[in-house]
């Protein structure tokens, strides 16, 4: 392997973890707040990429107004599940908001076939994003580039939000302790509220992204992408933001220098996720960054 | 009165924790309510901030029935509570546990002038600002506890047990510290095990004794009481 094909590779092994790390954060922050596994994330990225296609084709708005609506329209989205399938059931067993939880993905994956139809669909990609750029010998489609410097951009403003902002302290003082949060005054139905809105936006971020750059989409889309990206914030450690965004990485990369170097394992390309799963169990229990601060009691 | 409580009845799952109890709570005073570990001490604070719903019963703060106010909005009308166990945010610095004390709060330059405040009383707080309150030690957790309460500048606080595992060196400087903040115009309701420096402090104390009010006097009075010498106030445990 050349260095320029290696860079090639490399390159796209970016893009693709920039995407799974935008899906990543959103599991990793309803589990820090809720201790929950939001199944129905992945299936809210697929909405996403489905308000944005209607958006494009059905009222032909330009492509950034109709991106900027379908992302609100998302975070809304991930709002009424929240308020629907979470909320209603706060005080009864983890094992029922599980159920509730798969219950709402399955939900939204066949609200998905019967609204906008079971055939995949061609999603639009401005011009602007396809053109190839050149840059010494490898030539990358500059939606290449974009997908992480938005990604990184993203991430440094939601740390600033969840560490310096007022919010963001809410956030954290709910995610160890609803009580005494309600006992400062801090209104935790409305930060949790919140976090789904943040969660659900940046994989819509994710969403609009993938389907520039696999444009095409169909209601399952977001069922593997969805598993990989919740098996990328358990290895970088659930409930830490930048864990997830650090296993995101690692599976994008992972899976495309997987496929490069051993082309004869391309048929496990999807599987390469669960062993790195299966060993991060193994060895490091808590993820890569998980947090261990000691409790006093 | 400040905060009346009449005939509390509380029960977890048919089993009644309170029994029918009432206290009242004097603006300015310092209150006090003692007894034996299951006695119902922590039950009531529960239930005055709304974390436990009781049975029957009602409790009335400022001719306000708190029935029906939510446990995140009774610190804008000057209720808090330091819980039993400290509760300090671990994964939150100390400072950001003081701030989130303030957190309804929008008068910034007298938060400023109340971190300082907490800041001179608690001289160890001071110099661990920066570091994560789930690294301080017990006693340094408590602090952090009752300096976080006095930030949304309470009219009443209620402590749980603020003395629980501390050494008594710094259980003294505690109680010091309530009288301080009491001189100030703090009411207190007091919530201790530690009975003999509880009555100590306390302008009246009741004694709880499995969901019921075995007993009412000022502190002075209960000190001297023949019943409670004898079931809270005997010398330390021999082995
Ligand atoms: N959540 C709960 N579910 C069931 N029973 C409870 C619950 N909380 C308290 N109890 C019971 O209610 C009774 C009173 O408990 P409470 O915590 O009020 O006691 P306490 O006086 O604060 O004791 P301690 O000094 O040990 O803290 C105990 O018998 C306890 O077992
Ligand atoms: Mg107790």
Redesign the interface.
């Known amino acids: 392997m050349t260095l320029d094909v290696f860079l090639q590779h490399i390159t796209n092994g970016i893009s693709l973890g920039s995407l799974y790390a935008l899906i990543a954060i959103g599991y990793t922050m309803v589990y820090g707040i809720l201790r929950l596994i939001n199944f129905a994330h992945g299936d809210i990225f697929m909405m996403a990429t489905y308000f944005a296609f209607y958006g494009v084709v059905i009222f032909s708005l330009p492509w950034y107004f109709v991106f900027v609506f379908a992302i609100i329209l998302t975070g809304i989205l991930g709002i009424i599940v929240e308020k629907t399938a979470y909320k209603t059931l706060r005080d009864a067993p983890k094992i029922s908001i599980l159920i509730s939880a798969i219950g709402a993905s399955y939900l939204l994956e066949n609200l998905a076939v019967v609204i906008f139809g079971g055939r995949p669909k061609a999603f639009p990609t401005p011009d602007l994003f396809n053109k190839v750029v050149q840059v010494g010998n490898i030539s990358v489609q500059r939606l290449t580039f974009i997908i992480p410097v938005v990604t990184v951009a993203l991430l440094f403003m939601l740390l600033y939000l969840i560490n310096k902002t007022k919010s963001g302290m809410a956030m954290r003082a709910v995610s160890k302790d609803h009580e005494t949060a309600r006992l400062m005054g801090v209104d935790v139905d409305k930060t949790i509220s919140f976090t789904f809105f943040i969660g659900s936006m940046l994989a819509a971020v994710g969403g609009i992204m993938w389907a520039l750059k696999f444009p095409q989409i169909q209601p399952l889309m977001g069922v593997i992408p969805g598993l990989k990206c919740f098996i990328a914030a358990v290895i970088g450690g659930i409930g830490n933001v930048t864990g997830a965004v650090v296993g995101g990485f690692i599976l994008g990369i992972g899976e495309i220098m997987l496929v490069a170097l051993l082309p004869s394992l391309t048929g496990y390309r999807d599987a390469f996720a669960f062993i790195l799963l299966i060993v991060i169990l193994i060895f490091k229990p808590t993820g890569i960054m998980g947090e261990k601060i000691s409790e006093k009691v | 009165m400040m905060l009346k409580i009449e005939d509390l009845i509380v029960s977890y799952g048919g089993i009644e924790a309170l029994k029918g109890v009432s206290i009242e709570v004097e603006e300015g005073k310092i209150i006090t309510l003692v007894g034996a570990n299951g006695a119902g001490k922590s039950t009531t604070l529960r239930s005055i ?1 709304g ?1 436990v719903k009781p049975k029957s019963g009602k409790i009335i703060f400022e001719d306000k029935n708190l029935q029906n106010v ?7 009308m000057g209720i ?2 330091v ?1 039993e ?1 400290r ?1 300090v ?4 610095s100390v400072l ?1 546990n003081l ?3 303030a ?2 709060r929008k008068d910034e330059a007298n938060i400023k002038s109340d971190l300082e405040w907490v800041y001179s009383l608690f001289p160890r707080l001071k110099e661990r600002t920066w570091q ?1 309150a ?5 006693g340094e ?1 408590q602090m952090l506890a009752v300096g ?1 309460a006095l930030m ?1 500048r309470p009219r009443l606080m209620m402590m749980d047990e603020p003395s629980l595992g501390l050494a008594p060196l710094i259980v003294k400087e505690i109680f010091r510290i309530i009288k301080e903040v009491n001189k100030k115009g703090v009411t207190i309701l007091l919530i201790e095990q530690n009975a003999n420096a509880a009555l100590h402090i306390a302008d009246t104390g009741y004694v709880l004794e499995t969901g019921n009010i075995a007993l009412k006097g000022t502190g002075k009075e209960l000190l001297s009481n023949d019943d409670v010498k004898k079931a809270y106030l005997g010398d330390s445990v021999h082995l």
């Open positions: 901030v974390l939510k446990t995140q909005d009774l610190i804008k808090t509570l819980p166990g509760r945010f671990p994964n939150l950001e701030k989130l004390g957190f309804v994560l789930g690294t301080l030690s017990g957790q976080r949304s």
